[in-house]
T-cell receptor
Framework: KAGVTQTPRYLIKTRGQQVTLSCSPI?????VSWYQQTPGQGLQFLFEYFSETQRNKGNFPGRFSGRQFSNSRSEMNVSTLELGDSALYLC???????????FGQGTRLTVV | GEDVEQSLFLSVREGDSSVINCTYT??????LYWYKQEPGAGLQLLTYIFSNMDMKQDQRLTVLLNKKDKHLSLRIADTQTGDSAIYFCAEILTGGGNKLTFGTGTQLKVEL
């Protein structure tokens, strides 16, 4: 089975712009979660989608949003980018039965 | 509330055993995990333990769980230079979907 695929791997954006990141989960997994990793705050949960519905949400401002498609692929969007949004964004997929979470390689976002 | 703590650094000699420790505060944790992150990479799931278990062994890895003290440890036998990485413990809470709460991470350095 192919693993979790995140695209793109690297992004450079300017303050005020918006960005969309993509995540394709492991085949058959309907749960997709997103995390932000920064040196200062560590790994923080953004949100989880299951079967096209947001099931969990972390403590991030409304500029951070996501969605999931019928094929379980997920996107997250960050609008009005700030310098502090520079981070590694990680996506994880989980099987319906069981609690393993498998991560992709991440998207490194740099806001300048 | 949720809080997961780890020591920041651990240095061992190649061939020795490494023990990475983690404490958590929420007694409703269902599953506890260990992840490995190498530079520039995503998170690799190493192993996990259900909260009603005391120990789990998987090749060179041994996980010990002390529920009374809310203490989790990961022992790596015969540590190799390829084990140098950051190790994160994480928990999922009962009824929390697939939301992982991560520790701060322990940087393991293996010296020759």
């Amino acid at each position: 089975k192919a693993g979790v695929t995140q695209t793109p791997r690297y992004l450079i954006k300017t303050r005020g712009q918006q960005v969309t990141l993509s995540c394709s989960p492991i085949s058959g997994h309907r749960s997709v979660s997103w995390y932000q990793q920064t040196p200062g705050q560590g790994l923080q949960f953004l949100f989880e989608y299951f079967s096209e519905t947001q099931r969990n949400k972390g403590n991030f401002p409304g500029r951070f949003s996501g969605r999931q498609f019928s094929n379980s692929r997920s996107e997250m969007n960050v609008s009005t980018l700030e310098l502090g949004d520079s981070a590694l964004y990680l996506c994880a997929s989980s099987p319906d039965r069981g609690y393993e979470a498998f991560f992709g390689q991440g998207t490194r976002l740099t806001v300048v | 509330g949720e809080d997961v703590e780890q020591s920041l650094f651990l240095s061992v000699r190649e061939g020795d055993s490494s023990v990475i420790n983690c404490t958590y505060t929420d007694s409703s944790s269902t599953y506890l995990y260990w992840y490995k992150q190498e530079p520039g990479a995503g998170l690799q799931l190493l192993t996990y333990i259900f909260s009603n278990m005391d120990m789990k062994q998987d090749q060179r890895l041994t996980v010990l769980l002390n529920k009374k003290d809310k203490h989790l440890s990961l022992r790596i036998a015969d540590t190799q230079t390829g084990d140098s990485a950051i190790y994160f413990c994480a928990e999922i809470l009962t009824g929390g979907g697939n939301k992982l709460t991560f520790g701060t991470g322990t940087q393991l350095k293996v010296e020759l």
